[in-house]
């Protein structure tokens, strides 16, 4: 079973930024790729930007410019650097590791880690 724990998540001003770690382990498979989620208060978990083993990017529209994935691939662990950060930011941001980009895009694998809180006042 895959573990996922993050972790950078914070309290900010509106414009400040701050980076998201995620580290996963007890994978029996090899982990192509790699996602961040979010989920507001009484919204749906959503999708906000993945990248492959490659580095191929995908960013939701409204971070895009803002906020970019990295990964380190020996590691196992995926990175956001979140810039300009605004109030509709705030959220909970999880992780999510698959085989095929187009498992994250569908919503992600059915393991999840405790998420890291991010918090932007105006």
């Known amino acids: 079973q895959v573990q996922l724990v993050e972790s950078g998540g914070g309290l900010v001003q509106a414009g400040g930024s701050l980076r998201l770690n995620c580290a996963t382990s007890g994978s029996s498979f090899s982990i192509n790729s790699m996602g961040w989620y979010r989920q507001a208060p009484g919204k749906q978990r959503e999708l906000v930007a993945a990248i492959t083993s490659g580095g191929y990017t995908n960013y939701a529209a409204s971070v895009k410019g803002r906020f970019t994935i990295s990964r380190d691939n020996a590691k196992n662990t995926v990175y956001l650097q979140m810039n300009s950060l605004k109030p509709e930011d705030t959220a909970v941001y999880y992780c999510?590791?698959?085989?095929?980009?187009?498992?994250?895009?569908?919503?992600?694998?059915?393991?999840w880690g405790k998420g890291t809180l991010v918090t932007v006042s105006s």
């Open positions: 999510n590791a698959a085989q095929l980009l187009i498992q994250l895009e569908r919503g992600g694998m059915d393991y």
